[in-house]
């Protein structure tokens, strides 16, 4: 078949059932698109061709054509150009989750489909082109919200904002109009930020590892040690562009004061974010994590205790950067570790994770540990594993007076106690 088919037009009875239907040629009917410069026209498949059937139903339910015209008045499609046609592309269930999984593994669309050419042995074996697979992951990026989620979330910004003009909050739509992504912070962790926010760390794994949330969080520590939040958001992806909208409308809202250090993981893609948003900003990467997979990247090996044991003494105990250097090295040598990937790949990036080599910046006495324990201290009591996006909003608030109230009392505290002096 050398062309595609539109419905055109038809027609349904009282009883909603369809009495006629037009099936045309995709090329029927003249563009409408007007432009006042005749050198810029975008081009159109439209051609007014007639090519065109007219079937209807008839009282005993069949279906009769009634009408039909075979003259086209363009070229057609060769067989081997009609999978072009949006009618004939699709993409199965198998796909679609292999493209998912590809996706949270930080793989391009583009590097996905041609896996896909080379396993299906050539494009013309495929029912789908590149660009189905970029519309696919674009729909399903965006935030998977429940029945109720969108408008309580929009909501409870409304009524923050109304009941203080320095509430922020931003919303990012896609081209349907539908959200993606949301960004908001409350008056006080604005206010706070100008005191504590020299330092701040950034995660987007709590509520998405614990609770299935894509929920990201900016926090700083204040003059009790306590964890403060300086604001956060919802994200339908964790990819560069996602981030980098992330970042700077975070930017914003802090009247573009950017923290000085920021503790991260290793997500490449926010790391890059961060080189673009925060270029001045001196970033590390979290160390509890890092440390985390020490069992993962090093049980094979039948010394592994002992690898483990000399590897945390190698990287808390090391003062000085050669130091840890020399004793990285004979680790490596001792154990015949060589060929791990994973070890070569941190020491090639040591200045970003070793405690000696950041000792030179200010880090506001976080410990890496902090970062996600304060996290989990924050909201734990308020969400659980089956808390939705409209439940967490609600709740979100209550989480907030609760850390104010800790916080408050640790004032209270200090100021009416002191440290007894010596005998």
């Not at 989620?149 to 739509?173: E, G, P, R, V, W």
């Not at 604001?231 to 970042?247: A, M, P």
């Amino acid at each position: 078949m050398g062309f595609e088919i539109t419905k055109r037009s038809s027609n349904k009875g009282i009883d909603g059932e369809l009495k006629y239907v037009t099936f045309a040629c995709s090329c029927s009917r003249k563009s409408r698109f007007v432009s006042r410069n005749i050198l810029k026209l975008p081009p159109t498949i439209k051609t007014d061709c007639k090519a065109k059937v007219t079937t209807s139903v008839c009282s005993d339910e069949t279906w009769m054509i009634r009408s039909i015209e075979l003259e086209h008045n363009h070229k057609l499609s060769t067989p081997g150009k009609v999978r072009y046609f949006k009618t004939n592309r699709a993409i199965d269930p198998h796909v679609k989750r292999q493209l998912e999984v590809n996706d949270r593994a930080g793989i391009r669309p583009n590097k996905s489909y041609n896996s896909f050419v080379v396993k299906a042995g050539g494009h013309d074996n495929l029912s789908f082109l590149e660009k189905d697979c970029r519309n696919y992951l674009d729909k399903i990026r965006r935030l998977r919200l429940g029945e109720g989620d969108a408008n309580a979330i929009q909501k409870y910004f409304l009524k923050m904002h109304s009941d203080n003009s320095n509430f922020f909050y931003t919303m990012d739509l896609d081209e349907e109009g539908r959200l993606k992504n949301v960004l908001w912070a409350d008056a006080r962790s604005s206010a706070v930020y100008k005191e504590f926010g020299d330092v701040i760390t950034f995660d987007s794994t709590y509520l998405t590892n614990k609770y299935d949330m894509p929920f990201a969080a900016f926090v700083g520590v204040n003059h009790h040690g306590q964890s403060i939040l300086f604001g956060c958001g919802l994200i339908s992806n964790e990819d560069i562009e996602t981030y980098v909208w992330l970042f700077n409308s975070w930017l914003t809202c802090i009247f573009y004061r950017a923290p000085m250090a920021i503790i991260i993981d290793q997500d490449k893609a926010m790391q890059k974010a961060i080189e673009i948003v925060f270029a001045n900003a001196r970033h590390r990467w979290c160390l509890w994590h890092i440390m985390k997979k020490l069992p993962e990247k090093l049980r094979r090996y039948k010394q592994y205790e002992e690898i483990k044991f000399a590897l945390q003494n190698i990287v808390y105990d090391s003062l000085t950067n050669n130091d840890f250097e020399n004793r990285w090295n004979h680790l490596i040598e001792k154990y015949n570790l060589h060929s791990n990937e994973w070890l070569l790949g941190l020491y090639d990036e040591r200045q970003r994770w070793v405690p000696t080599f950041l000792k030179d910046t200010f880090w506001a006495g976080m410990s890496t540990t902090q970062r996600s324990e304060s996290m989990h201290a924050f909201f734990d009591g308020f969400v659980n594993s089956k808390t939705t996006l409209k439940q967490f909003v609600e709740q979100y608030e209550n989480a907030l007076r609760d850390k104010v109230e800790k916080e408050n009392h640790a004032d209270f505290s200090s100021l009416n106690s002191q440290i007894p002096s010596g005998a």
